[in-house]
T-cell receptor, first 111, second 114 residues
Framework: QQQVKQSPQSLIVQKGGISIINCAYE??????FPWYQQFPGKGPALLIA?????SEKKEGRFTISFNKSAKQFSLHIMDSQPGDSATYFC??????????FGAGTRLFVKA | NAGVTQTPKFQVLKTGQSMTLQCAQD?????MSWYRQDPGMGLRLIHY???????DQGEVPNGYNVSRSTTEDFPLRLLSAAPSQTSVYFC?????????????FGPGTRLLVL
């Protein structure tokens, strides 16, 4: 049973374009939705996060959109750069700690 | 401040062998967790701990044991290694900042079970 479903598996975007990654969750007890970025050979690092009482959060070029009724949320990367090429994971957390991850999206930004 | 450290970086085991993956953090975080990462499956939670002496199971706990005798250390033990446990293992520690949980991940241990 996959509690957090993420799509697409991989994504190729031109430099300067918008990268969009989507996630859907099943567990309505989730109260925290982070996105993590992982470069090859490294551990994941927190990128941005949102709570379910907020519909959108923006930090620099990264925006999370959240739709509580549809149980969906997405990451938008504006003005995508080659340095953004990495694997991105969405996740859902309960009680501020027990985090369940999606399967990941490999993003490649073409120069 | 080293953050989260993991040893070893790489390990090869034979089926049936046991071993312990070490994890330590120097940030005085209460919460620590172990994940395994497999291609196409993201990170799956194995075990977690909310403080010294307290542990609980995650999504995929079978074949693994943990203990938390100190705040700093959270070792993961493979009791009898199986090829299905070939994976990359990440340890993480968590700090609650207001509502936001910030998990800090270690660099990972690559495990190959033959």
């Amino acid at each position: 049973q996959q509690q957090v479903k993420q799509s697409p598996q991989s994504l190729i975007v031109q430099k300067g374009g918008i990268s969009i990654i989507n996630c859907a969750y099943e567990n309505t007890a989730f109260d925290y939705f982070p996105w993590y970025q992982q470069f090859p050979g490294k551990g994941p690092a927190l990128l941005i996060a949102i709570r379910p009482d907020v519909s959108e959060k923006k930090e620099g070029r990264f925006t999370i959109s959240f739709n509580k009724s549809a149980k969906q949320f997405s990451l938008h990367i504006m003005d995508s750069q080659p340095g953004d090429s990495a694997t991105y994971f969405c996740a859902g957390g309960t009680g501020g700690f027990k985090t369940i991850f999606g399967a990941g999206t490999r993003l490649f930004v073409k120069a | 401040n080293a953050g989260v450290t993991q040893t070893p970086k790489f390990q090869v085991l034979k089926t049936g062998q046991s071993m312990t993956l070490q994890c330590a953090q120097d940030m005085n975080h209460e919460y620590m967790s172990w994940y395994r990462q497999d291609p196409g499956m993201g990170l799956r939670l194995i075990h977690y701990s909310v403080g010294a002496g307290i542990t609980d199971q995650g999504e995929v706990p079978n074949g693994y044991n943990v203990s938390r005798s100190t705040t700093e250390d959270f070792p993961l033990r493979l009791l009898s290694a199986a090829p299905s446990q070939t994976s990359v293992y990440f340890c993480a520690s968590s700090l609650l900042q207001g509502f936001q949980e910030t998990q800090y991940f270690g660099p990972g241990t690559r495990l190959l079970v033959l």
